[in-house]
């Protein structure tokens, strides 16, 4: 079964850094695009940023410029690096894998981040 486990959320103050990891078993992890979203009560989940199988990059407009996302294909981790994070920031950030063939979609249960001081 294929599992996602994130890691690396927390509490940081704004203008702060974090690195959120997401490790990916089960999975032929060089055949899937890989994503971070994120979900604020009361909204829907939303798309951060997702890094394709050959290392093309795609981020939300709220983000650009401040977060990095990153992936290595030999640990089937990816990584987001996220800069001068703001209160707005907040949410829980839920790490997905989709199948480049099937457009199958994997889930992590999701890592909290909170950006407050």
């Known amino acids: 079964q294929v599992q996602l486990v994130e890691s690396g959320g927390g509490l940081v103050q704004p203008g702060g850094s974090l690195r959120l990891s997401c490790a990916a078993s089960?999975?032929?992890?060089?055949?899937?695009?890989m994503g971070w979203h994120r979900r604020v009560p009361g909204k829907e989940r939303g798309l951060v940023a997702a890094?394709?199988?050959?290392?093309?990059?795609r981020y939300a407009d709220s983000v650009k410029g401040r977060f990095t996302i990153s992936r290595d294909n030999a640990k089937n981790m990816v990584y987001l690096q996220m800069n001068n994070l703001k209160p707005d920031d907040t949410a829980v950030y839920y790490c997905?894998?989709?199948?480049?063939?099937?457009?199958?979609?994997?889930w992590g249960p999701g890592t909290q981040v909170t950006v407050s001081s």
């Open positions: 890094i394709g199988s050959g290392g093309t990059t």
């Open positions: 997905e894998a989709n199948h480049v063939l099937s457009s199958q979609s994997y």
């Open positions: 089960n999975i032929i992890f060089n055949i899937n695009t």
